[in-house]
């Protein structure tokens, strides 16, 4: 499994838009880049998936860099409801999601 | 998507005994999977949970330690035996799924809230 390096924390201003970079360095060419998010006290929640292209859905985008090496996951208007931990999280589609160290992201009011 | 509910929420049991936990989801699932959150740590993955087949453990959990059993397609359990205070964590049982109506042809995989275990 690739291994990935996430900033241990992050502020946003509430409203701004917030980027979360990952290193993915080693990421196999069948691997897909998952961000999850852990809300305190909650379970992990699925926010978005992408190979190669950038993906965007209703919670977020994902920017994935050309060589694949690195993503950002961009939360365009940030609400205090986005405090969480964020995993970047590379996975194969047989594979197993293992968990990093992920961003503890505050948003700031 | 897949909902999943565990019991019990959370416990407080004493060192030496053990805890069954247990996982059931709304549809039937092949792969179920368990995890561990230490206080402050991320999540680690204890064992995948196949139905009809044997757990795979990962490196550093034992099935003595950590029994699993998967019964059918919809439900699981995990044991934490011989419990210590250093098992005092939150258990999680996780679900990957077939995507959904959208087109989406990447399995995902879904958590359930997790059972908060205090050992004294």
């Known amino acids: 499994d690739a291994k990935t390096t996430q900033p241990p924390s992050m502020d946003c201003a509430e409203g701004r838009a917030a980027n979360l970079p990952c290193n993915h360095s080693?990421?196999?060419?069948?691997?897909?880049v998952y961000w999850y998010r852990q809300i305190h006290s909650q379970g992990p929640q699925y926010i978005i998936h992408?190979?190669?292209n950038n993906e965007t859905n209703e919670m977020a985008s994902l920017i994935i860099t050309e060589d694949r090496k690195s993503s950002t996951l961009i939360l365009p208007h940030a609400t205090l409801r986005d405090t969480a931990v964020y995993y970047c999280i590379p996975k194969g589609s047989m594979g197993k999601i293992i968990f990093g160290k992920g961003t503890r992201l505050h948003i700031l009011p | 998507s897949a909902v999943i509910s565990q019991k019990p929420s959370r416990d407080i049991c004493q060192r030496g005994t053990s805890l069954t936990i247990q996982c059931q989801v709304d549809s039937q699932v092949t792969m179920m999977f368990w995890y561990r959150q230490q206080p402050g740590q991320s999540l680690t993955l204890i064992a995948t949970?196949?139905?009809?087949?044997?757990?795979?453990?990962e490196s550093g959990f034992v099935i003595d330690k950590f029994p699993i059993s998967r019964p059918n397609l919809t439900f699981s359990t995990l044991t934490v035996s011989n419990m210590s205070p250093e098992d005092s964590s939150i258990y999680l049982c996780s679900v990957e799924v077939p995507p959904g109506g959208s087109g989406g042809f990447h399995n995902e995989q879904f958590f359930g809230p997790g059972t908060r275990l205090t050992v004294l």
């Open positions: 080693t990421i196999s060419g069948n691997e897909y």
């Open positions: 992408g190979l190669k």
């Open positions: 949970a196949n139905q009809g087949s044997e757990a795979t453990y």
